[in-house]
């Protein structure tokens, strides 16, 4: 048996009460929990605050009685390697920051939590950097509350491709700083060398 990864977790929410309804971005795979991403558009992602905050201004939570599996809303639930979302905190930039192009853009920064709009190469970075990944639909309030409370343990059993993600963190311009940094903590056979094309 492998040993466990620690994880964080990021959230999509997709669906919704018309017209604040998001896209279907981010696909699960069932069979093996991986996402994928489109990688010709922004994908945007969000803690578990920003996540509530969310859902509770898109649909009408507070009545007891509303039937809100008409509205589709699903929760993208993905775990990922716990420097995953250190690096796209980090390297984050101001939504309207054009010089930024390709660094993650901070955005709604005036709700709860952090969301983020991820550029082609950080959703790549995302997609490969995935250890597992739940759709879950909201149809009361306890589906909302149980993936807050809920955690599930996370065996690193998926074998990750480390020479791609060692190509994408070059890709996303992530500093030969941080890339040291992370395989000090983390150790060489997880980032690997130096991302080759």
Not at 2 to 17: P, Y
Not at 90 to 116: A, C, R
Request: charged residues 25%; proline residues 4%.
């Amino acid at each position: 048996m492998k040993n466990k990864i620690a994880t964080s977790r990021l959230f999509r929410v997709q669906g919704g009460k018309f017209p604040l309804r998001s896209r279907s971005s981010i696909k699960v795979n069932e069979n093996n929990h991986t996402i994928n991403c489109p990688f010709e558009k922004s994908v945007y992602v969000g803690n578990l605050e920003h996540m509530i905050h969310f859902i509770e201004n898109r649909l009408p939570i507070k009545q007891e009685k509303e039937d809100l599996e008409k509205y589709d809303v699903h929760i993208i639930q993905m775990y990922l390697p716990y420097w995953v979302p250190y690096l796209i905190e980090k390297y984050s930039v101001e939504q309207f920051n054009s010089s930024g192009i390709n660094y993650p853009k901070l955005v709604d920064k005036t709700v709860p939590g952090n969301s983020f709009q991820l550029s082609k190469s950080w959703s790549k970075l995302l997609e490969a950097s995935c250890l597992y990944a739940t759709d879950t639909q909201i149809k009361s309030r306890e589906d909302i509350f149980k993936l807050a409370l809920y955690q599930e343990e996370i065996d690193n059993n998926r074998e990750l491709d480390w020479g791609r993600i060692s190509s994408l963190i070059h890709d996303c311009n992530i500093s030969q700083e941080d890339v040291t940094k992370l395989m000090s903590i983390w150790g060489a056979s997880i980032i690997g060398e130096r991302g080759e094309k």
